[in-house]
């Protein structure tokens, strides 16, 4: 199967889950539409700190570069948790003092 029939396939599929516009009215729901639930989805995948081929994957994109153009920014912020994280796992060692 093609990537874009993959793409096709999960947007049919997303569509029938979709609750409508009367539920959401009545549950006092802000609605920003379906396609926040996409970007809610990605942004979820990138925290947990997966890497952009698996993202890019689940999207359905057909190339990481399409991710990366569209979620760069959240891939940095999980860069600099990365950073911060490798901080932490060396607190053991003894810190430079001489800066």
Do not use: W
């Amino acid at each position: 199967m093609s990537c874009s029939m993959k793409r096709l396939r999960s947007i049919t599929i997303n569509r029938k889950g979709v609750t409508g516009e009367s539920q959401i009215i009545r549950n006092n729901m802000p609605f920003y539409g379906i396609h926040s639930f996409r970007h809610f989805a990605a942004l979820a995948l990138i925290s947990s700190g997966l890497d952009v081929v698996t993202v890019s994957g689940a999207l359905g994109h057909c190339n990481s570069g399409t991710t990366l153009n569209v979620y760069a920014h959240m891939f940095q912020t999980a860069q600099a948790r990365v950073a911060q994280a490798m901080d932490g796992a060396f607190s053991f060692l003894p810190q430079d003092t001489t800066t």
